[in-house]
């Protein structure tokens, strides 16, 4: 029988904890994947706990990669986590440096009929802020790796060695569907790709027709003069990993009950766009690797597996190794989890920030994770 172990070493060189070297790298040295920053964005106040947890997750599975994370000033002052590969960048100090004026993104967003209208705001700015890092950083970083707060590596971040060519200048984004993408993860290898794209956003975005980030994603996938690729979101693409375009995650553990009236938490059976990838029904090979501290998501009979999960719900787990494996166990079984589901912490918040807004009207939304 076919060992996980074995079955890495056939098809992507791995012995255990060690890779070897494809050589495709722009440089010498460590693989391009582990010298790569990863970033991540989240605007307010206050960091809630599963951000936290995300970057403690991501830096298990990334221990050499530089990890930034760009959020508000007032939020760094009070991050009281110790993790030495974690940097701060501030959005004020990147606001000062941008060329995009981001109190006019904001005054038009005032107009969107969205339920959630400051979650779709702050989705789209966080690609321009990435943008504005990056343009601080280019002469220092040949790329980056970019996770949403609350999308998690499943497998060593070198893994992506063996599916992404690192040597080329792209911008590589999952398809949710046909028109839209998604930025659970994007990973981006050379500055002049990137630039196009972000140039394309700025021409595109137009609060009065409802643009998304993810609408800006997937036209920015269907051009191919600036250079984007898609990265393989089923296990039937060709490469041997495969991405979750906010897929995956909902399917296994939920929607975040914040965006239900009842504070429900949603398992996604079927997809609404025709489009979006069909998983309800396949079987899943799940383990847990213990020498490689991580969760193994297989579609049974295929050579294929998924790099990272879009735990939508934020319930992300502790990076204890005992934490890891209750979350393996709740992949495995996960149709025991009912579909629909009470989230009693998001019902507190609601009650918390209402109390809160009876004193104070400004006062912020309140987390308990």
Partial sequence: METWFSYCSNVTGLKGPEVSNPGNSRVSGPKVSETLPIVLVYIGQRIP???????????????????????????????NLKLESMALAFLEDLANESTIDYSGLRGGLRDWQFQDKKFWQ??????????????????QYLGFIHFEADSIPLLPINFLEKSIDFSTDSVWIPRQNSKEGCASLIIVSGYQTWSKMIKMFEVEFSPSLHTTDMLLLGRALSEPEIGTRELGRSSNSSSFLFFDPVTYGPYFLGFDARHDRLAFSRKCIKANDPSSEQIDGLRWDISFDVRNKSIVVKQAGKKSLLFNIHVHNKMIPRHTLLARFFFYRRLKYHKQIPNLRFDKLVALERIWTRIARIADRRAEDKKLR
């Fill in 122 to 139: 702050f989705t789209v700015e966080r690609i321009f802020w990435l943008s504005a890092w990056y343009e601080r950083h280019k002469e």
């Fill in 49 to 79: 706990s599963y951000v936290l947890r995300s970057i403690r997750w991501i830096h298990s599975l990334a221990p050499t990669n530089p990890i930034i994370l760009i959020c508000n000033k007032e939020a760094g002052l009070r991050l």
